[in-house]
């Protein structure tokens, strides 16, 4: 993400790296507060992700089920991948996170968000694309956690049900279905 300024007068001093990782850069800044005194954060540098609903003709949304290890958990998630070709646009890296894990091309591909996941130390910047005209494509799963996830079905309806159950616990799956439902019912369904 850019660094914009703060209007309310806070500044970036200094900024050195204490981890370079295969995925993030962990660096502590120092700031300037408004009154003049300086402190110190943790931020982590993410090169930023999309995420894609593909929603059916009939009403359903494919999703992958896939394996995260921070949680030790499999979460319910919309198909969803790190912007790390440089240079590549959110669209282009939607369109190819779409058919890499669940096989499918769009023939349509709407922005629906972009937020960001975790302010107070990431720099992480999503895009949420909502992806209709649906056709298969082959698969190109990438890394051990793709390799193993598998891949399903669920009735758009049936989302505020499982959010509220915790089926579904991932931001940018609840962000993306639940704009997805506000659009259908917008349309008429």
């Known amino acids: 993400m850019t660094p914009g300024g703060s209007a309310s007068g806070f500044r970036r001093l200094d900024e050195r790296v204490v981890h370079d990782g295969h995925v993030i850069t962990l660096a502590v800044g120092t700031f300037e507060a408004p009154d003049g005194t300086t402190f110190d954060r943790d931020i982590v540098h993410h090169p930023g992700a999309v995420s894609v609903v593909p929603l059916h003709d009939d009403g359903t949304v494919t999703l992958v089920r896939q394996y995260r290890a921070a949680l030790d958990l499999d979460l319910l998630e919309i198909p969803a991948g790190k912007r790390d ?24 591909l ?4 972009r937020f960001v ?5 990431s720099d992480e910047l999503s895009h949420v694309f909502l992806a209709t005209g649906l056709t298969e494509v082959g698969t190109d799963l990438q890394g051990v956690e793709e390799q193993h996830m598998t891949i399903e079905r669920i009735a758009l309806a049936d989302v505020p049900a499982m959010i509220a159950d915790h089926r579904l616990l991932d931001a940018k799956t609840v962000i993306g279905l639940l704009l997805t439902l506000q659009r259908v019912a917008g349309n008429g369904g």
């Open 85 to 108: 070709v440089a240079g590549e646009a959110p669209e282009l890296t939607a369109e190819r996170e779409l058919a890499e894990e669940v096989g499918l091309r769009a023939a349509r």
């Open 110 to 113: 709407e922005p629906l968000a």
């Open 117 to 121: 996941n975790s302010a107070g130390f």
